[in-house]
């Protein structure tokens, strides 16, 4: 019984042994390492990127992972010991991503929970909505 305790708590850890951070403003804003846009290119141009982030796409329109992302990262200096951030639309793809990639051996991968969605909506927090005057 005790034995799979341990192994469900080592596969538990092993699962989400990522960082995540919710994607707000004040969040983002603290990050002192590079940030990956890993949405497509569609959707930068739909709603703008984070300044300074570097653009790679992870998962292709066909839902395949993009096979030169590993060499892509390597041209922003980005190692399996660097630690970067990923960030997407929703957090879903980011979440998949940062488990593959910390399945290929990047240790320091930080998801940006909520995407995209979720710095939106730090960004509106305080707006007031309601018919104008």
Not at 89 to 106: F, M, Q, W
Request: aromatic share 10%; with cysteine; hydrophobic share 40%.
């Amino acid at each position: 019984m005790m034995k799979k305790i341990v192994l469900a708590t080592l596969l538990f850890i092993q699962i989400f042994a990522y960082e995540n951070i919710l994607a707000t403003k004040s969040n983002i804003e603290k990050i002192d390492y590079p940030i990956v846009d890993i949405r497509l290119p569609s959707e930068w141009q739909a709603t703008g990127v984070i300044p300074n982030v570097k653009k790679i796409t992870f998962f292709l329109p066909n839902g395949r992972i993009n096979q030169n992302f590993l060499e892509e990262l390597k041209k922003y200096n980005i190692t399996p010991n660097t630690k970067f951030a990923i960030i997407c639309r929703t957090g879903h793809r980011s979440r998949v991503a940062s488990k593959i990639l910390e399945d290929n051996g990047y240790t320091k991968v930080v998801n940006l929970k909520g995407g995209m969605f979720e710095l939106f909506k730090s960004l509106l927090k305080g707006v007031k909505y309601g018919k104008r005057k």
